[in-house]
């Protein structure tokens, strides 16, 4: 994006809060008419923005901050127990870094993630042009994380590369695999590559303390909260 050119801000119509009930929820957006770039994301992301394909939002709603914009300070991240059984359950998978570009083999994955995951919600039954939109970028720089086992594809983690740190934008994987926690795995696999390629911090999207799935995120300790214009250490 051109120094010159004034980065504007929307905000969205308020809609039903997807995480908690009784709630409305407004997003404040990043112009989507304008060219946007890895030098803006970089800033943006920083201020608690996430990427949703090729747009910049972060929550903006009236009266309501239960989200908050988690990151992990991975130098400091001490993998624990648990961690440690996850690790070593999935020591037969082998990771593959690819381009954030489409793949036939990645969208019947996610289509047979969503399905499985998220029946009967606005996700389910995602086209071609639906993942796309959602998870494909022609100005990010973007991996596409496969982990198998042998040729067979078993889980993918989309992770952008920012200049202070890798950003987990989505993971999706066989739900067939439960007893293998590949979510948390693919986790754990981006704290290790974020460490290896010395940088700072993983960016982990919204945490919600009141929403029991987003709670997950509770157990990567130590984390930082982008709350009232700063990042917090968080106790959870």
Partial sequence: MNDQTKLQFYASTPEPCGYLPDRQSVSAFANPHLDMDMATYNELIQIGFRRSGG??????????????????????????????????KNQDLNLHLNEGKFSEEHFELYRHYINSRHSGGSMENPSRSDYHRFLICDWTDTSFIELRQGRKLLAVAVTDTTSTGLSAVYTFFDPQQQQRSLGHFAILKQIELAQENAVPFLYLGYWIKDCEKMRYKSRYKPAEGFIRDSWTELNN
């Fill in 55 to 88: 747009y910049l939002y972060r929550p903006h709603c009236n009266d309501c901050e239960a989200c908050i914009s988690l990151r992990i300070p991975v130098k400091d991240y001490r993998f624990s127990r648990n961690d440690k059984r996850t690790l070593r």
